[in-house]
């Protein structure tokens, strides 16, 4: 499968086409409140099925009581990287559909998407680098934070000041296999 280095057409944002997952971030590097004020009211402004918002998040930075509470649950893999970061976010979605007989919102995941996707985005716009991941104990953490009925943690973000560069040419999929590879042959 061949796979594109760069990005094509040269118009894509800089913010898209300059994003990278970094695996080493800058402990001395901070996030602070009014940046971290910045990403949640991006993931806010994020799109959702009927407008349900279905996302919640658990934020910490290093230093806060709470941190630990969540570092201890990071698989070893991302621990390496991720308590270097200055701010963890546990991202949860609501997948069960207020005031219907819906238990189940099939759009509830997606939408959190969308939402990180935002705030992955205003991050970029801050100079701050995100590392979306699942390495961690999710039972352990589910336990751990105890989220409210119907809430679910998905994933983490750690966020903060990238240590290093990003990597020269990002391998990516072609355009036309994106276009392709779901789809049978005729």
């Given at each position: 499968m061949r796979r594109d280095q760069e990005p094509s057409g040269g118009g894509m944002h800089p913010l898209l086409a300059g994003r990278f997952s970094p695996y080493r971030f800058d402990p001395s590097a901070a996030v602070d409140d009014a940046s971290l004020g910045l990403l949640l009211e991006a993931a806010r402004w994020a799109p959702s099925a009927g407008n349900s918002q279905p996302w919640g998040f658990f934020a910490t930075r290093p230093g806060e009581p709470d941190h630990e509470r969540v570092v201890r649950h990071l698989a070893p893999s991302s621990a390496r990287w991720a308590t270097d970061a200055g701010l963890l976010v546990v991202t949860s979605t609501r997948r069960h559909v207020d005031d219907t007989e819906l238990q189940y919102s099939e759009f509830?995941?997606?939408?959190?998407?969308?939402?990180?996707?935002?705030?992955?985005?205003?991050?970029?716009?801050?100079?701050?680098?995100?590392?979306?991941?699942?390495?961690?104990?999710?039972?352990?953490?589910?336990?751990?934070?105890?989220?409210?009925?119907?809430?679910?943690?998905?994933?983490?973000?750690?966020?903060?000041?990238?240590?290093?560069?990003?990597?020269?040419?990002?391998?990516?999929?072609?355009?036309?296999?994106?276009?392709?590879?779901?789809?049978?042959?005729p």
């Open positions: 509830a995941d997606y939408d959190l998407g969308q939402a990180i996707a935002h705030m992955t985005l205003q991050a970029e716009a801050l100079g701050l680098a995100s590392h979306q991941f699942r390495a961690f104990d999710m039972e352990g953490l589910t336990k751990e934070l105890d989220p409210n009925p119907g809430w679910a943690i998905v994933s983490m973000v750690a966020v903060g000041k990238a240590a290093g560069e990003p990597p020269e040419g990002r391998d990516r999929r072609s355009v036309a296999d994106l276009l392709s590879a779901p789809w049978a042959s």
